[in-house]
T-cell receptor, first 109, second 114 residues
């Protein structure tokens, strides 16, 4: 499984945008970039995924570099409820979801 | 409620007990998974079931025994566990193994072995 690298932790202020980076220099052409988040005492929750083009949904936006070696999850206006561990995971056709350490996001009021 | 229901939410068991964790999904997914999350560690994939057939067992000790009687239900049978098996056990499901499908997770069972 291809690896991803994320910062261990990030801080944000409430109502400001947050950009969570992820490096995946060994990504292959068929790997999808998935993002999940895990709130305290809960199971992980799907956030967004993409292959080549940028993606938007009601939770977040995913910006994918042209060479696909990195991506950024964008939360447009952070709220206190967005404090969680965010995981960036590469998933290939038939591949499993293998979690790394993720980025622990804290949001300050 | 995510669509994947795990019971019980909390379980305390002795090392000589036998217990089972249950997972249920009615999302029409055909793949189900067990993960273990120990304190301050990433999730570890334990077992993968696809179309009710076990397709992966990641070197999990035999004291953990999964069962998938149909595509909607997944069990994890536990016996003679050790204190280091205390963890959050998470079940997930997906529509097959294709890369463009996401996983839906349950809220987990918090297991304490005493």
């Amino acid at each position: 499984d291809a690896k991803t690298t994320q910062p261990n932790s990030m801080e944000s202020n409430e109502e400001e945008p947050v950009h969570l980076p992820c490096n995946h220099s060994t990504i292959s052409g068929t790997d999808y970039i998935h993002w999940y988040r895990q709130l305290p005492s809960q199971g992980p929750e799907y956030v967004i995924h993409g292959l080549t083009s940028n993606v938007n949904n009601r939770m977040a936006s995913l910006a994918i570099a042209e060479d696909r070696k990195s991506s950024t999850l964008i939360l447009h206006r952070a709220t206190l409820r967005d404090a969680a561990v965010y995981y960036c995971i590469l998933r290939d056709q038939g591949g499993k979801l293998i979690f790394g350490q993720g980025t622990e996001l804290s949001v300050k009021p | 409620e995510t669509g994947v229901t795990q019971t019980p939410r909390h379980l305390v068991m002795g090392m000589t007990n036998k217990k089972s964790l249950k997972c249920e999904q009615h999302l029409g997914h055909n793949a189900m998974y067990w993960y273990k999350q120990s304190a301050k560690k990433p999730l570890e994939l334990m077992f993968v079931y696809s179309l009710e057939e076990r397709v992966e067992n990641n070197s999990v000790p035999s004291r953990f025994s999964p069962e998938c009687p149909n595509s909607s239900h997944l069990f994890l049978h536990l016996h003679t566990l050790q204190p280091e098996d205390s963890a959050l056990y998470l079940c997930a499901s997906s529509q097959g193994g294709q890369g463009h499908y996401g996983y839906t997770f349950g809220s987990g069972t918090r297991l304490t072995v005493v």
